[in-house]
């Protein structure tokens, strides 16, 4: 009689589990936040304060950072969820569509 199920006699034996039940590792991709225009008029923005820091779980559409523009200080929310890795762009510098 075959069987595929993975006996305890096997793992005794050094035989690893087989592909079917061993966990898989998720793989994530990389997004970059990227400075928004935030009006018509705007070419450059400035970072007022960040609410996430590195490491922090961020979900779509909550802020995650606050931006000064020309006309009012505006929130910018994630477009992804994940985890922020790192802040590129610290408080009181900006500039127009780079990374942040």
Do not use: C, Y
């Not at 793992?11 to 997004?31: E, M």
């Not at 007022?48 to 995650?64: M, N």
């Not at 523009?69 to 127009?96: T, Y």
Request: net charge positive.
């Amino acid at each position: 009689m075959r069987t595929t199920a993975f006996s305890a006699k096997s793992a005794r034996l050094g035989a690893s589990a087989p592909a079917a039940v061993r966990p898989k590792t998720a793989v994530h991709a990389v997004k970059d936040v990227f400075m928004p225009a935030l009006s018509s008029t705007m070419t450059e923005g400035k970072i007022v304060s960040w609410l996430k820091s590195p490491g922090d779980k961020v979900a779509k559409g909550e802020p995650i950072v606050v931006v000064e523009s020309d006309k009012a200080d505006m929130d910018v929310e994630s477009f992804n969820d994940g985890i922020l890795g790192a802040i590129v762009v610290q408080v009181g510098f900006g500039g127009g569509g780079r990374v942040i």
